[in-house]
């Protein structure tokens, strides 16, 4: 595959968070990207978003339609604050409202693909009464996006819940529905002592997207590190991964996660990594120039 065919997004929480959506989707697009990644975390702040009146609805739209990229994507990482499998019913009503939100504001905006943390619970200990809550959760929201037709993709996490491709293929043999599907971030995979590789051909025809970052080992010493580990510097064999998705003929997007939206400079740490990613591809052979 030629480098340009490659569709390539970035993370908003790598881009200045003081940027409006116009200029954070005009340095995206300088830096060489094909799409834009928003985040709706647990914070108040962003959580927010999911309440935007009609008018800022239109004005993130114009935002877009103005701009070379898109935002096809959601990160609704705000239920590890509130969680489908909470012991609290208040929290699980807030869980669904939050669901309901976010594929309200997916049809308004254009966003296809809702990625979830793969959490049943994460400030509460996890046990079966957790899961049979979640699943019940998740019943209900795909129930919704499916009436939408907006796309819930579950990523593999930091969390022994969904912490491998196959814990997804067992759950979605609960959660029967196309609009539930995997987004797989390599660098979790690899944290957690998967075989990539097997993982990879096992879940192809559910992923919608892939996350590319590093991360250190989970070992019987060290708890593992999920976040803002230089690339490079970790556990993943990027080659070998990119060489098994050659193999598999995946042409799905790729998305960068960092987390540099207050760094010192953030479009040079963007760059490093589009550079390193790319050699990468190149010593995987999922790219062939050189």
């Known amino acids: 595959m030629k480098r ?19 200029q954070r989707l005009a ?7 094909h799409f834009v990644e928003i985040s709706v975390d647990e914070t108040d702040e962003r959580l927010a978003r999911l309440d935007w009146n009609l008018a800022e609805r239109k004005a993130f739209n114009l935002a877009v339609l103005q701009s070379p990229l898109t935002v096809p994507s959601m990160c609704l990482s705000g239920h590890r604050r509130f969680p489908f499998g909470s012991r609290d019913p208040e929290i699980r009503k807030q869980a669904l409202r939050i669901m309901e939100k976010a594929i309200q504001l997916a049809v308004d905006v254009g966003i296809r693909t809702i990625q979830l943390a793969g959490y049943d619970v994460y400030y509460e200990a996890s046990d079966e009464d957790t899961r049979v809550r979640y699943i019940e959760g ?10 939408e037709q907006v796309m819930l993709a579950v990523e593999i996490m930091d969390h022994p819940f969904m912490n491998s491709i196959l814990r997804f293929a067992n759950m979605k043999k609960i959660l029967s529905s196309p609009w539930f ?54 556990c993943v064999d ?25 760094a010192a400079d953030p479009e040079k740490e963007i760059r490093d990594a589009q550079t390193w990613l790319f050699a990468q591809m190149r010593k995987g052979g999922f790219i062939d120039e050189g």
Do not use: C
């Open 27 to 33: 340095l995206a697009a300088k830096l060489g990207f």
């Open 238 to 262: 990027f080659p070998g991964a990119f060489a098994t998705l050659k193999v598999l003929g995946y042409t799905g997007p790729f998305l960068i996660e960092m987390w540099t939206e207050q």
């Open 138 to 147: 998740m019943h209900h929201s795909l129930a919704m996006a499916a009436r």
């Open 4 to 22: 340009e065919y490659i569709k390539l997004g970035i993370y908003e929480k790598a881009l200045p968070k003081k940027l409006d959506w116009g």
């Open 181 to 234: 599907t995997v987004y797989p971030d390599i660098g979790n995979l690899s944290a957690w002592g998967n075989d990539v590789s097997q993982e990879l051909t096992l879940g192809i025809n559910d992923i919608v997207a892939i996350h590319l970052k590093d991360t250190l080992a989970v070992t019987d010493s060290h708890k593992g590190t999920f976040k803002e580990v230089p690339f490079g510097t970790g």
